[in-house]
C-alpha cells in the first residue's frame, strides 16, 4: 500500500542534543512538507522541497534543517537552537508544489524533551 | 501573510447537522481545504474549493464565499466517529503550500 511512513512515533531529546525525524513515502509524490502541531493548534510549516536537491523554508524554519537527497526521503533535524522543541510533528506530500491535489500526511511523531 | 479564525469547539448530538465557519484574511488567494484530524492521528483531506458555491461529497460539504473570504464545512447525519478536529487551510498563491487555521474541535453526543 502506499504511503508515507514516520519514524520514531515518541522521541525523546536531551539538552543540546540535535535528533533526527524520518519520513519516507512511497506515492511517488514530487513535494513534501514538514509541519509542526502544538497541543490544541493548528499546523505550521516548517519546510517544504518541490524536488529532489532543493528546499525552501517555512514559517517557523529556525533551529530546524532537512534534506532532500532522494525523492522518497525528507528527513528533518531538530538542532539545539531550537529551545521548545516539545511538539507534534507531521510529514507531507502532495503530487506536486504548484497542484491543488491534496497533501497526504504520515501519523506523525512526538518529540519531547528529557 | 494570512490569518483564518474558526471556532475552537463545537457540540452536536448523533444524527444532527453541523456547520463549522473559517473566516481568512490573505493577501492572495487560491482556494480553501478542510482536513479531519482525529486525537493524535495523521490529517485527512476532506474538500477543496477554488470557486464560490458548494462541494459536496457524502455527508460533507463545503462552501466558499471569496467575496466574504468566507466558508464552511457542513457535517450531516453526525456519527460517533465524526468526533475530530477539523482545519481550514488557505494556498496563498498558485504553488502548494498551506496556511492553516487552529482548527475546530467537534464533539458528537449520543
Known amino acids: 500500500d502506499g504511503g508515507i511512513t514516520q519514524s520514531p512515533k515518541y522521541l525523546f531529546r536531551k539538552e543540546g542534543q540535535n535528533v533526527t525525524l524520518s519520513c519516507e513515502q512511497n506515492?511517488?509524490?514530487?513535494?513534501m512538507y514538514w509541519y509542526r502541531q502544538d497541543p490544541g493548534q493548528g499546523l505550521r510549516l516548517i519546510y517544504y522541497?518541490?524536488?529532489?536537491?532543493?528546499?525552501q523554508k517555512g514559517d517557523i524554519a529556525e533551529g530546524y534543517s532537512v534534506s532532500r537527497e532522494k525523492k522518497e526521503s525528507f528527513p528533518l533535524t531538530v538542532t539545539s537552537a531550537q529551545k521548545n522543541p516539545t511538539a507534534f510533528y507531521l510529514c507531507?506530500?502532495?503530487?506536486?508544489?504548484?497542484?491543488?491535489?491534496?497533501?497526504?500526511f504520515g501519523d506523525g511523531t512526538r518529540l519531547s524533551i528529557l | 501573510g494570512q490569518s483564518l479564525e474558526q471556532p475552537s469547539e463545537v457540540t452536536a448530538v448523533e444524527g444532527a447537522i453541523v456547520q463549522i465557519n473559517c473566516t481568512y484574511q490573505?493577501?492572495?488567494?487560491?482556494?480553501l481545504s478542510w482536513y479531519q484530524q482525529h486525537d493524535g492521528g495523521a490529517p485527512t483531506f476532506l474538500s477543496y474549493?477554488?470557486?464560490?458555491g458548494l462541494e459536496e461529497t457524502g455527508r460533507f460539504s463545503s462552501f466558499l464565499s471569496r467575496s466574504d473570504s468566507y466558508g464552511y464545512l457542513l457535517l450531516q447525519e453526525l456519527q460517533m466517529k465524526d468526533s475530530a478536529s477539523y482545519f481550514c487551510?488557505?494556498?496563498?498563491?498558485?504553488?502548494?503550500?498551506?496556511?492553516f487555521g487552529g482548527g475546530t474541535r467537534l464533539m458528537v453526543k449520543p
Open positions: 474549493n477554488a470557486l464560490d
Open positions: 506515492l511517488n509524490h514530487d513535494a
Open positions: 490573505t493577501s492572495g488567494f487560491y482556494g
Open positions: 522541497s518541490q524536488i529532489v536537491n532543493d528546499f
Open positions: 507531507a506530500s502532495s503530487m506536486g508544489v504548484t497542484s491543488r491535489q491534496p497533501q497526504h
Open positions: 487551510a488557505t494556498r496563498e498563491n498558485a504553488g502548494n503550500m498551506l496556511t
